[in-house]
């Protein structure tokens, strides 16, 4: 009980983690996306995990519920209001969103398919992650592709399952987990199956996993939970100061063009002015509509808006407002407190813009 009241306490100061998900094409990216979606889609109706604007909401009590089918998950603070993973994988959201300069991710996992090892992609991605530090666990997705494997249902986690097989496949399983950390060894990490890792600021957690069959899930869940408690507290207490991330710019029937943003700092207001980046230069426009999609629908039903009055961070919000038709995705978006104040305007310009420089400097390097 003394526990669940520091939960309780901590969690109106800390926002949620942002996940993204990266690693070589066809590892099953998308489909861990889907299976972490689809877990307790019961939950989901009665307004548990929903699909927000570019993003994932996972409520914290649907990540207990699954994260406590394992001994480490039992102990840990369920102390932030959700886990925020973001829709899009795939290395080009990695690079280009960023909120103030630095990866909008709080954590990342990085799928690798256990049948192939490290492949181009996956290394490209270490690269990524080392350049922005950021913190990561290794998804040894495919563990059902293994001969013989036995899957186990109902989101079994990994070492329960390990137990159900027979002892070939338990070899097979060591000598393809004991290959892949020889591979990533070889490049500088230090990686452990997560349940033998004694230190996770030395060592990456590797957690085998089946998008398939659903195995592992309650462990990656775990995981995700774990890593920010040890390592990234101080990140995610909530800040006053607004820090917002163009995600996409979309043009909705009777809304116009509207931009899908990640706030990851502060609140957002309906009625603000905004400034964002535009092809020919800053947008200064007004939030007519603060939008996230009806929790009980698919976002992709069209009218099923929920408007806000304000929001606060971390969400996936569509903004709708005017002159947002040459806004440009991947860049930040500033609150300006008063719009006649010319200082205030040149100051939030000139950052607004920076992110326009490093867009265009990655797009050239590319
Ligand atoms: P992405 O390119 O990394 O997003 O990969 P996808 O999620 O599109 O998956 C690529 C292919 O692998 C698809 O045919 C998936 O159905 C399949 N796949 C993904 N995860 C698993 C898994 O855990 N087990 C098996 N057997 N197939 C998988």
Redo the contacts with the bound molecule.
């Keep these: 009980a003394r526990e669940s009241a520091l939960a309780a306490r901590t969690r109106d100061h800390l926002r949620s983690p942002i996940i993204c998900i990266l690693?070589?094409?066809?590892?099953?990216?998308?489909?861990?996306?889907?299976r972490i979606r689809r877990t307790n889609v019961q939950d989901a109706e009665a307004g548990g995990i929903t699909q927000q604007i570019g993003a994932t909401y996972f409520p914290i009590e649907a990540v207990k519920k699954e994260a406590t089918k394992i001994e480490e998950g039992k102990k840990l603070l369920y102390n932030v209001p959700s886990l925020l993973i973001i829709d899009t994988?795939?290395h080009e959201s990695f690079t280009n969103l960023r909120s103030r300069g630095s990866s909008l991710c709080d954590i990342a996992i990085l799928?690798v398919d256990i049948m192939h090892g490290l492949e181009p992609q996956t290394r490209e991605s270490i690269d990524l992650l080392k350049m922005r530090k950021t913190p990561f666990i290794v998804a040894l997705?495919?563990?059902?592709?293994m001969y013989d494997w036995k899957a186990q249902p109902h989101n079994c986690p990994t070492r329960a399952s390990l137990e159900k097989q027979p002892s070939h496949v338990r070899e097979e399983f060591f000598r393809r987990v004991k290959e892949t950390k020889l591979q990533l060894a070889e490049i500088g990490f230090n990686t452990e199956l997560y349940w033998e890792n004694k230190d996770v600021r030395k060592t990456v957690s590797l957690v085998p996993?089946?998008?398939?069959?659903g195995e592992g899930m309650p462990d990656l869940l775990m995981l995700l939970m774990a890593l920010p408690q040890r390592l990234l507290t101080e990140r995610l207490m909530f800040t006053d100061v607004l820090e917002a991330t163009v995600l996409e710019v979309k043009v909705i029937e009777g809304l116009g063009t509207t931009i899908d943003i990640v706030l990851t700092g502060g609140t957002i207001h309906e009625g603000d002015t905004i400034m964002v980046v535009g092809l020919d230069g800053p947008i200064v426009t007004t939030i007519r509509a603060l939008l996230t999609p009806h929790p009980m629908k698919e976002m992709r039903v069209k009218g099923q808006y929920l408007h806000h009055k304000q929001i606060k961070a971390a969400q996936g919000i569509k903004i709708s407002a005017d002159g947002l038709e040459k806004a440009v995705a991947g860049t930040q978006l500033m609150v300006v407190e008063d719009a006649n104040d010319e200082e205030e305007m040149e100051y939030v310009r000139e950052e607004v813009m920076k992110d326009f420089q490093t867009i265009l400097t990655s797009v050239d390097r590319s």
């Design positions: 690693g070589h094409v066809d590892t099953g990216k998308t489909k861990i996306l889907d994988p795939g799928v997705n495919k563990i059902d592709r996993t089946s998008a398939i069959t």
